[in-house]
């Protein structure tokens, strides 16, 4: 091994790799029955890179070469960095040591445009088979799938992968000639719809021939990058996330705040922050949407184009909706309960199971981890003590947060002395 | 009247506990790990001799108003060696046997609430061992790691990084609690060592492969390059990889 040029590729090709955001590594059920190296079943955070993000993949291009100019991306053609490339061979042994030493829980490889889209896939899905055929490597793989590559190439990408991922990018067709105009919306919708069907027909097989090979199981993803350009709005973003959950059966829609890496005027200057807290609220609204039974109309519609910057989702929709509140946690089915802010699934169900022994009251609930602060706006149980029915959404509001902040303020000191 | 009941630590002896409180119709009891000592400062005091067809009738008897999960659970809440562990099993167990019905989930009982949360830190614990266990490889070819828990979950390992982990050789040392689980490509065997000769932990590491370094080397550069500097927030960091963890994280050193 070459060390020094080994680590210098790595350098390169890993710091340009890291806006990705799709770095899960669950939804996978990848045995390690061959006596081979690893498995792939509950996604496993190995580390937090010091911005809090979970380290979960090896994730690296496998160069950053590109014959595109997509205005968002460091990569881009007209930017002037220093370029590598890896060999295949080079990126399965970093692969291997990585998993061997317990650093990962798979590969996340994805790549700049050389040539055209197909000799750029080839190569990827080579890095993939040399894994799971010359070293038995059970780990996870996602690969993202190049827009415009041959269906012959995704098929066999789904044979090895356990993800495939064709990035959206833009979450509107509008968003994306505006920043990549090279790019083809359609380029990118096709390989979906040519995965869904693929997906969905070797599951088929897979439950008449126990022996059928696996075809992508945890599924594909995609991502959208966020605050780009002023002309996406929230409900937008998710109408969009919704109509590709729905129509592709996406597993996740990847949400990633815009860092600004370039100096252009079709975007944002250079030194804007980073959407974090929108980008958090993203997330919070998807997982009302996968898990909850939310409707997007019910999060986002058009008296509501954003989301609220100061409260999470949820919250925000029982604000707009005192009407059906206040929720009696003893008697209201599950999907209602899931609805009430401060509950979470876990707590949710835990109530459900517990009141079949006895009815439930304050005590009770905190104990099963409520947030108590936030939900005794919107429930009662079996207790005369704090009903607070009356007040408006708007008091509840300031309440609520008034706690927060002080309770941020309190936090304060000693999470400052911990450095 | 309390009564102090010594046993010798393990889930077996604890169950054989159980049955003498049935057995004796005791009502307040106090369960202790270990030998039996000094007599004296205990009024009634009785010694636990780990016994199968005792034991075996408690745990017969668990498993008839128990799920598989619910066993599970108590043995874990045992495992953990919290101060209350073996009393909010203890209590657990009686009101298994004092209901009708099944109470797995009757979250408002105390004990089935801590045993609850017991099993939460383990399993949180369990967790963040399979993530942060670093393996080094020696010459030998043996991939090496040492770990310094919170609390006893080295037993709960076992099936994860067997599972993982299936052609190469592997151990795992807990320092804190004094011994390891080894892998021959077989099996896995809980083993001890002595690392105060001077010995031990320095010749481990005088004998890495060659590319340990390298890809020691590698992986430190990885976790720099994927961090977005415009995006730090430390708080979140701490709180995803406590400090007391790092001394054993590549990464971190
Ligand atoms: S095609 Fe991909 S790598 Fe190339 S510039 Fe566009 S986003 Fe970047």
Redesign the pocket.
């Given at each position: 091994m070459n060390l020094e040029r080994i680590t210098e590729k790595l350098n390169i090709l890993a710091d340009a790799a890291k806006y990705d955001v799709s770095c899960a590594s669950s939804g996978s059920k990848r045995k390690n029955e061959n006596k081979g190296l690893g498995n792939a079943s509950n996604g496993i955070c190995h580390s937090y890179t010091e911005d809090g993000r979970c380290v979960s993949l090896l994730k690296i291009?496998l160069t950053?070469h590109?014959?595109?100019?997509?205005a968002?991306?460091?990569?881009?053609?007209s930017n002037d960095i220093k370029r590598a490339a890896f060999t295949v061979q080079e990126v399965v042994d970093l692969t291997i040591n990585f998993y061997r030493r317990n650093y990962i829980e798979g590969l996340f490889l994805s790549?700049?445009?050389f040539k055209d889209a197909d000799t750029t896939m080839e190569r990827l899905v080579q890095v993939a088979k040399k894994l799971r055929t010359e070293h038995k490597f059970n780990g996870y793989i996602h690969l993202k799938s190049i827009p415009g590559a041959s269906d012959e190439l995704m098929r066999e990408a789904g044979l090895y992968a356990d993800r495939l991922s064709v990035?959206l990018?833009m979450p509107t067709e509008e968003g994306l000639k505006l920043l990549?105009p090279?790019?083809d919306r359609k380029d990118m919708i096709q390989p979906m719809g040519f995965l869904r069907n693929e997906i969905i027909h070797r599951a088929e097989e897979k439950k008449l021939f126990k022996k059928a090979p696996m075809f992508a199981p945890a599924g594909q993803s995609t991502q959208v990058i966020v605050g780009a350009t002023a002309i996406e709005d929230d409900r937008a973003i998710l109408y969009s996330a919704n109509h590709f959950y729905k129509t592709f059966k996406l597993k996740r829609v990847y949400y990633s705040g815009y860092v600004p890496v370039l100096a252009d005027n079709r975007l944002p200057a250079l030194n804007t922050a980073v959407p974090m807290v929108r980008e958090n609220r993203l997330y919070q609204a998807d997982w009302l949407m996968r898990f909850y039974g939310f409707k997007v109309n019910e999060i986002v519609n058009n008296d509501q184009r954003h989301l609220d910057l100061d409260i999470d989702p949820k919250l925000s929709w029982a604000l707009r909706n005192m009407h059906v509140f206040p929720v009696d946690i003893n008697k209201a089915d599950l999907q209602m309960i899931l609805r009430v802010p401060g509950i979470g699934m876990l707590s949710a169900q835990k109530i459900v199971s517990t009141r079949k022994f006895n009815k439930l009251n304050w005590e009770h609930i905190k104990k099963l981890g409520v947030a108590v602060n936030r939900a005794q706006y919107f429930i009662t149980c079996n207790s005369n003590s704090f009903e607070r029915r009356d007040l408006t959404g708007t008091r509840i509001k300031q309440f609520i947060l008034a706690e927060s902040q002080s309770k941020y303020l309190k936090n304060k000191p000693d999470q400052l002395s911990l450095f | 009247m309390t009564t102090t009941l010594v046993y010798d630590g393990t889930f077996e002896g604890l169950l054989t506990a159980v049955f003498e409180v049935y057995e004796h119709k005791l009502q307040f009891v106090k369960l202790v790990k270990g030998e039996l000592h000094n007599t004296a400062l205990f009024d009634s005091l009785m010694q636990i001799i780990t016994d199968e067809s005792r034991y075996g009738r408690v745990l017969k008897g668990l498993q008839k108003k128990l799920s598989a999960s619910g066993m599970q659970r108590l043995y874990v809440a045992h495992l953990s060696g919290i101060d209350d562990a073996d009393a909010a099993v203890l209590g657990y167990i009686r009101y298994v046997f004092d209901a009708e019905q099944n109470i797995e989930e009757d979250y408002g009982n105390r004990y089935v609430m801590r045993v609850s949360e017991l099993v939460k830190m383990m399993r949180r614990e369990k967790h963040r061992m399979e993530a942060f266990v670093r393996f080094q490889k020696l010459q030998d070819g043996l991939f090496y790691s040492v770990i310094e828990p919170d609390f006893n979950v080295l037993p709960m390992l076992i099936r994860h990084f067997k599972n993982r982990y299936a052609d190469q050789k592997w151990m795992i040392y807990d320092l804190k609690r004094k011994y390891g689980i080894y892998y021959d490509l077989h099996q896995v065997e809980y083993m001890e060592m002595d690392f105060t000769e001077g010995q031990g932990a320095g010749n481990v590491i005088n004998s890495f492969t060659d590319d340990e370094d390298g890809y020691q080397h590698l992986w430190k550069n990885y976790f720099k390059s994927v961090n977005i500097a415009s995006r730090k927030n430390t708080k979140l960091h701490i709180r995803h990889i406590p400090k007391r963890y790092w001394k054993h994280l590549t990464e971190k050193i």
């Open positions: 291009l950053n590109c014959i595109f100019d997509c968002y991306c460091v990569s881009r053609k790549s700049g445009i990035n990018e990549a090279d790019k | -």
